[in-house]
């Protein structure tokens, strides 16, 4: 049974840049497509961009592009988010999620916080 | 940009009634790429649907979707305790985009 497992909360200061690891168990990572989604509090959910764990081709949402980065590490089956320049519209919970005929397997999500 | 809009925003129902969510798209969505999500509070967003009619594993056969083009339905026949939550539609074309969601509470 695919699980992915996501770092703990984080608190960062305006400016600063966060990294959010989303580690996958299974012997079949390289064969997924990571999906990054956020959701502001008490709002909708929003994705971000995917990353295909292979061969590493990203594909960002515009209004992002400039300020995230995804990447794999394939040696220990993890994914990773990095949002830079945070100003507290980027306060939300972010979650990885396995896009296979949807979003089918989800990381159960990491609370950033931005604040002075 | 495919822009996907929910209605309603809220419904009120009771306990085995049958409810009806639509989602209406900007733009003509393949079938095979538009999903529903259930998300109850402090959790993770959870496939019910893809590919519009499609079961994801283990969802009950009271969750069915349906729907081509621009309008697609998520129907829930008779109404669990556990089933009033907020769902999402979405469709994983490119980019990918989310619904705004709707909220299903007791009446």
């Known amino acids: 049974q695919v699980q992915l497992v996501q770092s703990g909360a984080e608190v960062k200061k305006p400016g600063a840049s966060v990294k959010v690891s989303c580690k996958a168990s299974g012997n079949t990572f390289t064969s997924y497509v990571i999906s990054w989604v956020r959701q502001a509090p008490g709002q909708g959910l929003e994705w971000m961009g995917w990353?295909?764990?292979?061969?590493?081709?990203?594909n960002y949402v515009q209004n992002l592009q400039g300020r995230v980065t995804m990447t794999t590490d394939t040696s220990t089956n993890t994914a990773y988010m990095e949002l830079r320049s945070l100003r507290s519209a980027d306060t939300a919970v972010y979650y990885c999620a396995r896009l296979k005929r949807g979003m089918d397997v989800w990381g159960q999500g990491t609370t950033v916080t931005v604040s002075s | 940009e495919i822009v996907l809009t929910q209605s309603p925003g809220t419904l009120s129902l009771s306990p085995g009634e049958r409810a009806t969510l639509s989602c209406r798209a900007s733009q003509s969505v393949s079938s095979s790429y538009l999903a529903w999500y259930q998300q109850k509070p402090g959790q993770a967003p959870r496939l019910l649907i893809y590919g519009a009619s499609s079961r994801a594993t283990g969802i009950p056969d009271r969750f069915s979707g349906s729907g081509f083009g621009t309008d697609f339905t998520l129907t829930i026949s008779r109404l669990e305790p556990e089933d009033f939550a907020v769902y999402y539609c979405q469709q994983y074309g490119s980019p990918i985009t989310f619904g705004q969601g709707t909220r299903l509470e007791i009446k």
């Open positions: 990353i295909s764990a292979d061969n590493g081709n990203t």
